[in-house]
């Protein structure tokens, strides 16, 4: 009997609650296409990198995973409230509460399983989307992989199999608390507003307002773990106090009879949307933080696509570009193992040069704008004691100045298919950043610089800014060209070999560069790595920093994007499973009410509303209860977003506009948002009118 009603009663409630078995097959279709990435052979080519990829999607899954699982204990708790009256029916029949739990515990699984096996069929199309846009990030050849691996089917099944195991635990205190007489009264709690110090709660709304502002003030300085803790718990407190704020407005403007209440239909419309708030403000809270979250991670994915497509070319222009501290060093191991490996057109053994003087890299640290003042005194002027610890120990710049001859100058701009630049012997120019050019431009106004014959003042020359690989082998941030005679009174202070290859560059050649080296100096992926002595640096870049030994762009490309992917994919893997199981919530708890809603527009109707009228009023009464926690969501992600993207532009030297990826990860947002609206007012709309007939 137990069966065959749980059986029943799971195809009654399958048709009610279409929204949230589409959002349970879609996350288990998403588990099962992330988990086949920890055995996908191809991207098991590289190594280490692939090893971050995993750490980065089994950490998105584990929050995929609690989120799911808040879900589903949020659905299974809400319909246990919805059908109270039913459960007490069968307690006043005889049955125990075990029998009861029985019951609906195997409804849940029956809808769970068949999602779940939807999922899984849907997961391997999803995988093949999925490993066509990894592998066209990383310059892998796409090819069709219809696998069914059971170590990913185990590990997606255990992973909804857990999530359906922390929502039943948690649900199992409700049915040990059942009472015939809570369970007939459990329907109609909801339908009961408690409207007690509504004047002093509305004062919240204003204060919540004034909270958000301060915070988004805060934001920008953050500097430790416990600051950007007590920012977010005060920003979750302050999104529930919103609500309550806003719920408590509206009420206190209805009983004060506020001006136009009485036009058209918008006293209903207050009353239902005060309602509907003041019941839910907990999970509006909770909704609007998910949403916040998945704007976030749209928003900063969208950055990282940005510059994995637009400035990671331009971060290594060489073919081959090979440093040495030792100045004297002639790379003859290196050009061997070149020659047998890659057709080379051209190769340019140069050096980098320095007065011994730090006035340039004085002149970077307080003019730059992502500096600010931090290496500047009361009066403008450099702070020398910070300045000098800076360049000795934080490795951004070299200790001393770094200086290169005009002739190698244009023999590698010749190499990179760049004009030569042609000055006088008395004139200079600087090389630097494309992001750093305008900070740069008034240099000279500034710089002091010698001649050979140390008496005669050199003049600036101007500024280049093509990319020209300056992450600590020609120059951190900039390079000071000068005439080859003015090399004469300077030091050599480390050597580089430029390589010019013929067609493509082969696999695994700067593994091979790097395997001369000791092994002590490598890093964790097997990179040469320099020391980030006094003539090395890596400049002021702030969110991919690379200074290895050896740099073979063909090479690192790939596995630099595969780093990004690895933070890239997981985002939009979480951003998209928070705004559909926050757009689930949504939806069950309108399309839920539909039956109380059909008696309220049916009066409606009889007192004189039109069809259109009432599906007017229908149309606006839903975007009013979708829209508020987005819009909410959309205000304090915007500020964190721009803020956010400033500093990423400035430190990465993107050409996008600071609110491009706060639009693209909004409009992302709405599309899955539009989707999830028209569906549940179609829906909620049949249940109303084609009821009746």
Not at 644 to 669: K, P
Request: glycine share 6%.
């Amino acid at each position: 009997m137990i069966r065959r009603l749980a059986y029943r009663n799971m195809k009654r409630f399958a048709g009610d609650y279409q929204i949230y078995m589409i959002t349970l097959a879609v996350v288990a279709a998403l588990l099962y296409a992330f988990d086949s990435l920890f055995w996908d052979k191809e991207l098991g080519r590289f190594d280490q990198m692939n090893q971050m990829m995993m750490i980065m999607v089994g950490l998105a899954t584990g929050f995929v995973v609690i989120i799911t699982a808040w879900l589903i204990y949020y659905i299974i708790h809400f319909m246990m409230e919805r059908r109270s009256r039913e459960f007490g029916i069968y307690l006043l029949l005889g049955m125990k509460k075990g029998q009861v739990a029985r019951v609906y515990i195997r409804e849940n699984i029956m809808l769970g399983g068949i999602a779940f096996l939807v999922g899984s069929v849907l997961g391997v199309f999803f995988q093949q989307i999925l490993c066509s846009v990894i592998d066209s990030m990383v310059r892998i050849p796409y090819s069709f992989r219809l696998s069914w691996d059971y170590r990913t089917w185990l590990m997606t099944f255990g992973c909804y199999a857990g999530c359906y195991l922390l929502a039943f635990f948690r649900c199992g205190f409700s049915f040990r608390k059942m009472n015939i007489n809570e369970l007939m009264k459990q329907d109609r709690k909801n339908e009961e507003i408690v409207e007690k110090h509504e004047e002093w709660k509305r004062i919240l709304l204003p204060m919540a307002v004034i909270f958000l502002i301060l915070f988004w003030g805060m934001f920008t300085h953050l500097n430790s773990t416990g600051e950007i803790i007590l920012f977010l718990i005060g920003l979750v407190l302050t999104i529930y106090l919103f609500y309550t704020g806003v719920s408590a407005w509206i009420i206190c403007y209805v009983r004060r009879k506020g001006k136009g209440i009485y036009q058209g239909q918008r006293l209903f419309l207050l009353r239902q949307f005060a309602s509907k708030i003041r019941t839910m403000q907990f999970t509006l809270g909770t909704l609007t933080s998910l949403f916040t979250l998945a704007l976030l991670g749209a928003s900063v994915a969208f950055m990282f696509c940005d510059y994995e497509n637009t400035a990671l070319k331009a971060k290594f222009p060489f073919d081959v570009l090979i440093y040495s501290d030792q100045v004297q060093d002639d790379f003859q191991d290196e050009k061997e193992v070149l020659q047998q490996e890659a057709d080379v057109k051209e190769m340019l053994r140069y050096r980098i040069y320095t007065d011994q003087k730090d006035q340039v890299n004085t002149w970077m640290l307080t003019h730059l704008e992502q500096y600010s003042t931090m290496y500047q005194n009361k009066n403008g002027k450099p702070d020398r004691k910070r300045v000098t610890k800076m360049l000795e120990n934080d490795g951004t710049y070299c200790r001393y100045d770094t200086y290169m001859g005009k002739t190698d100058y244009n023999r590698l701009r010749k190499m990179l298919g760049y004009e030569p630049v042609h000055f006088e012997p008395d004139q200079y120019i600087v090389q630097t950043k494309k992001r750093l050019q305008k900070d740069v431009a008034s240099i000279g106004k500034d710089l002091h610089l010698t001649a050979a014959d140390e008496k005669t003042e050199l003049t600036f020359a101007g500024v280049q800014a093509e990319p020209f690989s300056q992450d600590g082998h020609n120059g951190g941030d900039y390079i000071v060209v000068v005439g080859d005679k003015v090399l004469q009174r300077m030091k050599p202070y480390y050597s580089e070999l430029a390589v010019d290859l013929k067609g493509e560059t082969p696999q695994g050649l700067e593994q091979k560069l790097d395997a001369l080296a000791d092994p002590d100096d490598r890093d964790f992926s097997g990179h040469t790595v320099s020391s980030l002595s006094g003539n090395s640096c890596s400049g002021s870049d702030t969110v991919l920093v690379y200074t290895a030994t050896n740099l073979v762009r063909d090479n690192l490309i790939p596995e630099l994007k595969m780093l990004l992917a690895s933070m890239i994919v997981p985002l939009f893997y979480m951003g998209l499973v928070f705004v559909c199981v926050a757009l689930t919530v949504l939806s069950v708890q309108q399309l839920s009410d539909s039956s109380k809603y059909k008696f309220r527009y049916d009066v409606l109707e009889k007192i004189g509303l039109s069809k259109k009228q009432v599906r007017s009023l229908l149309l606006r009464q839903m975007a009013g209860y979708y829209l508020c926690p987005a819009l909410l969501a959309l205000v304090i992600s915007g500020k964190m977003v721009l803020c956010i993207s400033g500093n990423f532009v400035r430190g990465t030297g993107v050409s996008g506009c600071v609110s491009t990826y706060f639009v693209e990860g909004t409009l992302l947002f709405m599309g899955i948002y539009l989707v999830y609206f028209a569906v549940t007012f179609l829906c909620f709309q049949r249940s109303i009118f084609l009821k009746e007939r």
